[in-house]
């Protein structure tokens, strides 16, 4: 059984993070911080409880409001970017269907 927040997180791929890294690299100097998210929100659990069943662990997943990470307790602003992020293109879905989440 693994206890986890059902506060949002936007999932973001490495090759969405990658592409808007080079897009930056290569552009004018902006003299910001830029965040990189996913292009949906997902609850915590949710997610994990998909990763897990994709690679075959049979853990439960239970949604606890007061499950600590990293020592905090979240709430769906924690893990979510602010105003104006750069989004990706890639669903956490998309991803998880694909060799790249299935294999590891």
Known sequence: MVRLSPALLQPVASDDV?????????????????????PEACPLDKVATKF?????????????????????????????????PRLGTIRFDDWLATSHGAAR
């Open 18 to 38: 990658a592409a808007a890294l080079a897009e930056l690299a290569l552009g004018a100097p902006r003299n910001a911080t830029i965040e990189v998210a996913g």
């Open 52 to 84: 897990l069943a994709a690679k075959g662990d049979g853990r439960r997943v239970i949604a606890d409001v007061h499950a600590r990470y990293f020592g905090a307790e979240l709430n769906d602003r924690s893990l979510t970017p602010g105003e104006g």
